[in-house]
Each structure stands twice: as C-alpha cells, then as structure tokens.
C-alpha cells in the first residue's frame, strides 16, 4: 500500500472482515470492501476541530446495512488516525480498534 496520502490529520481504515464496511466522516463517504483499506484525508487547519463520525457495515447475510457506531471525534492538525475492522465471532458482527498517533513533521 502507497502510505504517501497518508499524512497529519488522515484517517487509515482496514477492513480485515468478509463483509463491506462504511464510513461516513464530516460527510466524506467511503466503501470499503472485504480485505480492502482505504485513507480518508482531511484539510489540516491550525485549529482542532470536531466532525462527526458514522461507521456502518452490511450485514453478511443480508442486504442491509446496520450502524457499528456514531459519534462525534476531535480533529488536530498533528495526528493521524489507523482504524481496523475486524469480525467478532461472539457478537456476530462486525467490530473495531483504533489507534491515534501524533505527527511530527
């Protein structure tokens, strides 16, 4: 994978599950597909900011979609963002973990 988009207020999403995953973030939509990652690149400004969140996945044996979680984060200008999609087998569905690291440039 090109890490070169990902830089200081990015966000990196790994789906390692067998069904699509979305994200809606500050009303940038993306789709990710099954073993699929993909970067959300946001316009730093000086200043932190919030934006709301919104991660969603299509469930295995159906159609519809269903809503993992919604929330409101705080955007900084120095960090970036890595969030991996995974599958829980005691819930059946899809689950999550982030990790938010600073960047010095």
């Avoid at 599950?17 to 994200?23: A, D, L, S």
């Avoid at 993306?30 to 000086?46: D, L, M, R, Y």
Wanted: glycine share 6%; with cysteine.
């Amino acid at each position: 994978m090109n890490l070169a988009e990902f830089k200081g207020v990015s966000w990196l999403f790994l789906n390692t599950t067998e069904t699509k995953v979305g994200v809606d973030l500050g009303g940038s939509k993306i789709e990710i597909k099954p073993g699929e990652s993909k970067i959300i690149a946001n316009n730093p400004s000086s200043n932190p900011t919030n934006m709301a969140i919104r991660y969603y996945f299509q469930h295995p044996n159906k159609s519809e979609w269903k809503v993992l979680s919604a929330s409101t984060v705080a955007i900084y200008p120095n960090r970036r963002e890595i969030c991996i999609f995974s599958w829980d087998p005691r819930y059946k569905r899809v689950n999550y973990h982030g990790i938010t690291f600073p960047v010095m440039e």
